[in-house]
Nanobody, 118 residues
Framework: QAQLVESGGGLVQPGESMRLSCVAS????????MGWYRQAPGNQRELVAA???????NFADSVKGRFTISRDNAKNTVHLQMNSLKPEDTAVYYCNAKHRMISRREYWGQGTQVTVSS
């Protein structure tokens, strides 16, 4: 059974940084595009950042220049480095794994809360 486990959420002040990590198990990690999504109360879940198996990245316009995404295929891990955090970044952040060729092979983590507040 595929499993994604996020860590690193919590409470930070505006302008501070935070790093989220997601460890995947029971999947052939290098065959998956890994992504981070977020959902704030009352909003739809949205893509924050994604990184393909080849290392290509894309970001939501709202986080470009502030967030970076990276992956370590040897450790089945993907990281989201979030800098210059804003209150509007407050949300539950979810790790996502999507097979690059088989669309039905998609998995989600349980989510981790990120709160940006003074």
């Amino acid at each position: 059974q595929a499993q994604l486990v996020e860590s690193g959420g919590g409470l930070v002040q505006p302008g501070e940084s935070m790093r989220l990590s997601c460890v995947a198990s029971e999947i052939f990690f290098s065959a998956y595009t890994m992504g981070w999504y977020r959902q704030a109360p009352g909003n739809q879940r949205e893509l924050v950042a994604a990184i393909s198996s080849g290392g290509a990245t894309n970001f939501a316009d709202s986080v470009k220049g502030r967030f970076t995404i990276s992956r370590d295929n040897a450790k089945n891990t993907v990281h989201l480095q979030m800098n210059s955090l804003k209150p509007e970044d407050t949300a539950v952040y979810y790790c996502n794994a999507k097979h690059r060729m088989i669309s039905r092979r998609e998995y989600w983590g349980q989510g981790t809360q990120v709160t940006v507040s003074s």
